[in-house]
């Protein structure tokens, strides 16, 4: 009795198994990565929308500036928030030049208009103005809003 061998269809069958467990080797691989990168992906995009979300609900306007001519001299700058969640105030520009000698301290939280809750603040901000000169005050929030506010100074 003779047995047959085919020694070509044995290495087209090997070669086919080489393949697919080449293919399912790479698939193991790629998969758990391209997963893991989709995710991160997702949570990133939902941060920024979340945050795009909110900064659309933050308004707040400033009201007023009152220039005190008193030794030190400084300004009084009214902020309130109109929106409908908190704020806090992060920086305060005039002229373009950001200041750090307010008070109160930065940041400062404003929050909405319910009971028990103040929703303007007074900032005091030390600052040597002339008179008859128009000035133009920044405020920025946290979440990179901002409101832009001119005023001129007594003559």
Sequence with gaps: MRI??????ISQVFSTLIIVSTLFAMFAIIYPWSISSL????????AWYSSQEEAAQERFVMEMAYFNSTVPESIDIYVRNVGDIDIQVV?????????????????EQIYVNTEGNNNIIKFN?????????TYRFIIVSERGQ??????????
């Design 146 to 155: 901002k409101t832009v506010f001119e005023s001129n100074s007594p003559s």
């Design 91 to 107: 920086s305060i520009y005039i002229n373009d030049s950001v200041q750090s000698t307010i008070d109160p301290a930065l940041p």
């Design 39 to 46: 995710t991160l992906s997702q949570s990133r995009a939902n």
């Design 125 to 133: 901000v030390a600052y040597t103005w002339e008179n008859d000169k």
């Design 4 to 9: 047959i061998s085919n020694k070509r269809a």
